[in-house]
């Protein structure tokens, strides 16, 4: 991976789990200011991990301090075939952008 492109990636340690209200909580900062952003992305499975990275970190707006409720399920296409191809995953999250 190009030094380039490192540096335009999300921070894997600010894609947290918790919900928001929990990270608020133990931030001790304020929700109101704060924008919210829902993020819903489709990463096919068979791709490196690097890939999928990089698909969430492009769908980030630039000011994002922190990702909070990142889940990730597997969600498969065209009913029953089992190829690898047919697999996605579906990445959810919410992304919380300091108000300026």
Do not use: C
């Not at 698909?55 to 399920?73: C, F, G, H, K």
């Not at 029953?80 to 995953?89: G, Q």
């Amino acid at each position: 991976m190009s030094e380039e492109t490192e540096k335009k990636l999300f921070p894997l340690e600010k894609l947290l789990t918790i919900n928001s209200r929990d990270w608020f909580a133990f931030t001790g900062k304020d929700p109101r200011n704060y924008d919210f952003k829902a993020i819903h992305e489709y990463v096919p499975i068979y791709e490196h991990i690097t890939a999928h990275h990089t698909i969430i970190s492009a769908a980030l707006p630039q000011d994002t301090e922190v990702v909070v409720d990142y889940r990730v399920q597997n969600f498969r296409l065209n009913g029953l075939t089992n190829s690898s191809k047919n697999n996605v995953l579906y990445i959810t999250a919410t992304a919380l952008i300091p108000k300026k």
